[in-house]
């Protein structure tokens, strides 16, 4: 089992640049969330998903935009990248309740990690 | 609003007890969590406590949950420095909600 797969795990852009941060996982999760974290910040939630075609905002969703075609894809889209979103972003998946998940644990991707220049 | 709050740092000596504390404020959580994230690496689940526990052992992991004043920890016996990581406390209502986590406390152990 490959898990959750973000790609790519490095990526420096220009200010202006866009750019799709991918993320697939292969054990039909319904749930699945992007979060970015920052030193001192923690984690904080961009956007999650609760199946295909469901979508909602997190936290600090403002310069991001996702999608959900598929089951397996959460395609994090930078729309005009700024220097205040370099950030290692990570990808993350569960099972929802209405799947029997009974723990409700989030199981993460390695992350990409972003420079905005 | 939801809020996890915990302690930023910890330095313990090796083979010494760990404590890292956590309050949240959502009494409505189900699952509360620790997480451990190693250098350059993604987020691991370490252990997980439903709310309606009180405690949680898992060989040298002892979770204790207090509801009332909405409390967590978790207390590592016998750190040893592969312990050295950051841990992130976090909550969740259900599996259909977003899992709110904490600043993280880093976890320093000193041979």
């Known amino acids: 089992n490959a898990g959750v797969t973000q790609t790519p795990k490095f990526q420096v852009l220009k200010t202006g640049q866009s750019m799709t941060l991918q993320c697939a996982q292969d054990?039909?999760?319904?749930?699945m969330s992007w979060y970015r974290q920052d030193p001192g910040m923690g984690l904080r939630l961009i956007h999650y998903?609760?199946?295909?075609?469901?979508?909602d905002q997190g936290e600090v969703p403002n310069g991001y935009n996702v999608s959900r075609s598929t089951t397996e894809d959460f395609p994090l889209r930078l729309l005009s990248a700024a220097p205040s979103q370099t950030s290692v972003y990570f990808c993350?998946?569960?099972?929802?309740?209405?799947?029997?998940?009974?723990?409700?644990?989030?199981?993460f991707g390695e992350g990409s990690r972003l420079t905005v220049l | 609003g939801e809020d996890v709050e915990q302690s930023l740092f910890l330095s313990v000596r090796e083979g010494d007890s760990s404590v890292i504390n956590c309050t949240y404020t959502?009494?409505?959580?189900?699952?509360l969590y620790w997480y451990k994230q190693e250098p350059g690496a993604g987020l691991q689940l370490l252990t997980y406590?439903?709310?309606?526990?009180d405690m949680k052992q898992d060989q040298r992991l002892t979770v204790l949950l207090n509801k009332k004043d909405k409390h967590l920890s978790l207390r590592i016996a016998d750190t040893q420095t592969g312990d050295s990581a950051i841990y992130f406390c976090?909550?969740?209502?259900?599996?259909?909600?977003?899992?709110?986590f904490g600043k993280g406390t880093r976890l320093s152990v000193i041979a």
């Open positions: 993350a998946s569960s099972y929802t309740r209405g799947q029997g998940g009974v723990t409700g644990e989030l199981f």
């Open positions: 976090a909550e969740r209502f259900s599996g259909n909600t977003p899992l709110v």
């Open positions: 998903s609760v199946g295909a075609g469901i979508t």
């Open positions: 959502d009494s409505s959580s189900t699952y």
């Open positions: 406590i439903f709310s309606n526990m």
């Open positions: 054990m039909n999760h319904e749930y």
